[in-house]
């Protein structure tokens, strides 16, 4: 699993951008088409749209007002959490439960399926602007997003609800609940699993994944088969690996593991030092390791290529 820096220049601007067009969205489908809905950036497609009011109920309106969903699309997910919570309680103080209508009024204002569809601003454009390689839970396959020179759509990665549509409708369209992820790992493995901040890692929360925890692989000769285990004293950590089955989608990755087990043995420090000579004193021992074994080195990069965090946890080659 790896984090997601949101203080990179360009999670920034994704981020900033996400919460421009969103906010905006989430306004028209409110108040609808008027003056006051209005965002003030000339060039802005929504407000351009013919994007129509949702009708909702006078309840349902004043309840949004007094949270001040205006926050949702950009607020941090412990924020995002309170003001879900906020919404329950005071939507609650007067019902006894949120009403069908009511229901079908939140799904259509915080709409994600216009998201992934609309030629506004969507899905492809949050991920090109991520430009998030591997999927930030296994970092096992590519997540490119790929968009030909006629706009047309080709792949993305799929965008995980951290904490699920089917319970926080609201958070459906916030920026830190769509996590980039492979379709393996969000339709499969998570699935309807549902995450707790507390108990759980999330991607732009937890800056140390990386590096609290140790991927290793072990030979089985009983069974002729390298078993990976993981060494960490993070309880959100191995909680959050167990139930994205990490270990166990790696093991499936058999000949890898027998590859770098055999690297581990045979070369050293000392092999990568002479291999870097023999390249060119242009070359960083970095780079010699790039290119060498075909992975990042540093944490921070290990969404450039798959399988980075484990190649690098078994080789543990460490370098200055």
Request: proline fraction near 4%; aromatic fraction near 12%.
């Amino acid at each position: 699993m790896l984090y997601i820096d949101d203080q990179l220049p360009h999670i920034q601007l994704a981020k900033k951008t996400h919460i421009s067009y969103i906010t905006c969205y989430i306004n028209r489908k409110i108040f609808g088409k008027s003056a006051t809905t209005i965002c003030g950036d000339t060039n802005c497609k929504i407000c351009k749209s013919k994007t129509k009011k949702t009708n909702i109920s006078n309840y349902l309106f004043s309840i949004l007002k007094q949270i001040d969903f205006k926050k949702i699309p950009g607020s941090s997910p412990h924020e995002l959490l309170k003001l879900n919570s906020q919404f329950n309680t005071l939507y609650l103080k007067a019902r006894k439960k949120i009403s069908p209508k009511d229901q079908d009024g939140i799904k259509n204002i915080f709409n994600y399926d216009w998201f992934i569809d609309n030629n506004l601003y969507n899905a492809y454009d949050l991920c090109t602007n991520l430009k998030i390689e591997t999927c930030v839970y296994c970092n096992r396959l590519y997540t490119s997003t790929v968009i030909t020179e006629k706009k047309e759509r080709i792949i993305r990665p799929t965008l995980d609800h951290w904490f699920p549509q089917a319970q926080y409708p609201l958070l459906a369209l916030s920026f830190y609940n769509l996590i980039p992820s492979c379709s393996p790992c969000n339709s499969s493995v998570k699935h309807f699993a549902t995450f707790d901040l507390s108990k759980n890692i999330h991607p732009y929360v937890d800056k140390k994944i990386t590096s609290d925890y140790q991927l290793q692989s072990i030979y089985d000769k009983s069974i002729n088969t390298f078993k990976v285990t993981i060494d960490s004293t993070n309880t959100k950590i191995k909680s959050t690996l167990k139930t994205m089955q990490i270990p166990a989608i790696y093991e499936h990755h058999q000949s890898e593991l027998a590859d770098l087990d055999l690297l581990r043995r045979k070369y050293n420090k000392r092999y990568l030092n002479d291999l870097g000579k023999l390249l060119g004193a242009k070359l960083t021992e970095k780079e010699v390791y790039r290119i060498i074994f075909g992975v990042e080195y540093e944490d921070e990069n290990f969404y450039k290529r798959p399988l980075s965090k484990l190649k690098k946890d078994i080789l543990n080659l460490k370098i200055k």
